[in-house]
């Protein structure tokens, strides 16, 4: 069972940037599709952005060009740098292995002042 341990978020000025991070226990981290979610209040938890094990990524419309998601597979991490962060981005983000059904992180808030 992987398990996710997630940090990085705080509060922030729009325009600013946060990086989050997430660490997993798993020898099999290489192979393991990660992603980040999240969920503002009131709203549905959405996608923001997937990294596959060989590299691939894709992201929601509205974080394209400013979120970049990477990994390492050396710490067994992966990062979500958030730029020109607006406060349509406050929520609480989620680290995410193996898919809706796979296994979730605590969650990080995330915070966005105007």
């Known amino acids: 069972q992987v398990q996710l341990v997630e940090s990085g978020g705080g509060l922030v000025q729009a325009g600013g940037s946060l990086r989050l991070s997430c660490a997993a226990s798993?020898?099999?981290?290489?192979?393991?599709?990660m992603a980040w979610y999240r969920q503002a209040p009131g709203k549905q938890r959405e996608l923001v952005a997937r990294?596959?094990?060989?590299?691939?990524?894709n992201y929601a419309e509205s974080v394209t060009g400013r979120f970049t998601i990477s990994r390492d597979n050396v710490k067994n991490t992966i990062y979500l740098q958030m730029n020109n962060l607006n406060p349509e981005d406050t929520a609480v983000y989620f680290c995410?292995?193996?898919?809706?059904?796979?296994?979730w992180g605590q969650g990080t808030l995330v915070i966005v002042s105007s």
């Open positions: 995410n292995a193996n898919g809706l059904s796979g296994t």
């Open positions: 798993t020898s099999t981290f290489a192979f393991v599709s």
């Open positions: 990294i596959f094990g060989g590299g691939f990524t």
